[in-house]
């Protein structure tokens, strides 16, 4: 059984477990050359499910190291970007809302943001149903830990985001 685990904005990437066990994983930038790409991971991604000869049928799960997807305060520009590079009205759009939430600050637009999220990925023929997302924290703390030689270990994590979810 196959779990994809997707790494989406900056440092890009994806892996594959099977049966549990961490079989392959791969920075975007590595496959498009650009040093530092902040993105989707769609070519490592399909690279990963090409090497593998996989189809989203044969996966269990995918992953997401982030308990909920607008909580890493990516713009809806950004994502858009992301996600539909295609369509000028989606980037118009995610400006727009942008814009709004920049005159009125704290306003929310989590929403629109999983909308947007969400349907760019149905509309790419991802399996919403198989969507899972973790604590982003908590999946620092076991990518240290389950390779570590210990049975038992405490673990601190210290990221640009360490005070949120505390
Ligand atoms: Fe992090």
Redesign the pocket.
């Known amino acids: 059984m196959y779990i994809l685990g997707i790494n989406f904005g900056h440092g890009a990437s994806a892996c594959l477990l099977k049966n549990g066990r961490l079989i392959a994983a791969i920075e975007n930038e590595k496959l498009t050359r650009i040093k530092g790409q902040a993105t989707f991971p769609f070519e490592a991604i399909n690279y990963l499910m090409d090497l593998y000869k996989l189809n989203f049928d044969k996966l269990q799960a995918i992953a997401f190291g982030c308990k909920d997807i607008s909580e890493f305060g990516y713009s809806i520009t950004n994502l858009n970007k992301y996600l539909r590079n295609d369509s000028l009205i989606s980037k118009m759009q995610g400006i727009f809302l942008d814009f709004y939430k920049f005159i009125f600050f704290r306003s929310d637009t989590s929403k629109k943001f999983k909308e947007v999220f969400y349907n760019s990925l149905k509309h790419r023929g991802f399996p919403i149903d198989k969507l899972i997302f973790y604590d ?1 924290h908590e999946c ?1 703390a076991y990518s240290a830990y389950y390779p570590s030689p210990f049975n038992e270990s405490f673990v601190l994590t210290a ?3 360490a005070i949120i979810n505390h």
């Open positions: 982003h620092h990221d640009g985001r």
